[in-house]
T-cell receptor, first 113, second 112 residues
Framework: DGGITQSPKYLFRKEGQNVTLSCEQNLNHDAMYWYRQDPGQGLRLIYYSQIVNDFQKGDIAEGYSVSREKKESFPLTVTSAQKNPTAFYLC????????????FGPGTRLTVL | DQQVKQNSPSLSVQEGRISILNCDYTNSMFDYFLWYKKYPAEGPTFLISISSIKDKNEDGRFTVFLNKSAKHLSLHIVPSQPGDSAVYFCAARDYTGNQFYFGTGTSLTVIP
């Protein structure tokens, strides 16, 4: 079964700690994305990657970092510099320039205490 | 600045009737428009899309209409079913294919 997995579903961290959210896809997609959703708001783009070893900042990249060492994986690190990290984080992938549809993972709810 | 807007946060419709969800955009360089359906605590699921060179796309009970001059698109669901109750997001892809912009969502409730 092809798809996108995000783990864990729920994550709790103390303020000041870095935390890494996992995102894996077996769809052989070139492009991967990280979004953040807050109550009453749409999805806001944090980072995206069109190809391995390359990624670009989205609209709200401050306080976040990513890596793309493998085509299948695009982990997101929420650093202590992110002022308001509690949110629902969504990972997505797409074929890249050849496809216009994005496929989403189930999301990770991060709560910083 | 929000480039994709959904001005109705919620909509209630009777089962069997038509649901019409609206979306406005500001950037004329978008080349694809998409609708996603989302349940709480889950990722959005792709529903239907339309290319900027078309004005209508239909898939079963779902039809998307695009009015480029008005920078407006709408999703019609006919007939509406209780299982359609969810949050619907409108999204647009920029012409580079690199970024997608999402609206704030419309929560649809279909009343049995």
């Amino acid at each position: 079964d092809g798809g996108i997995t995000q783990s864990p579903k729920y994550l709790f961290r103390k303020e000041g700690q870095n935390v890494t959210l996992s995102c894996e896809q077996n769809l052989n997609h070139d492009a991967m994305y990280w979004y953040r959703q807050d109550p009453g708001q749409g999805l806001r783009l944090i980072y995206y990657s069109q190809i391995v070893n390359d990624f670009q900042k989205g609209d709200i990249a401050e306080g976040y970092s990513v890596s793309r060492e493998k085509k299948e994986s695009f982990p997101l690190t929420v650093t202590s510099a992110q002022k308001n990290p509690t949110a629902f984080y969504l990972c997505a992938s797409s074929r890249g320039s050849g496809g216009h549809e994005q496929f989403f993972g189930p999301g990770t709810r991060l709560t910083v205490l | 600045d929000q480039q994709v807007k959904q001005n109705s946060p919620s909509l209630s419709v009777q089962e069997g009737r038509i649901s019409i969800l609206n979306c406005d955009y500001t950037n004329s360089m978008f080349d694809y428009f998409l609708w996603y359906k989302k349940y709480p605590a889950e990722g959005p699921t792709f529903l239907i899309s339309i290319s900027s060179i078309k004005d209508k796309n239909e898939d079963g009970r779902f039809t998307v209409f695009l009015n480029k001059s008005a920078k407006h698109l709408s999703l019609h669901i006919v007939p509406s079913q209780p299982g359609d109750s969810a949050v619907y997001f409108c999204a647009a892809r920029d012409y580079t294919g690199n970024q997608f912009y999402f609206g704030t969502g419309t929560s649809l409730t279909v009343i049995p």
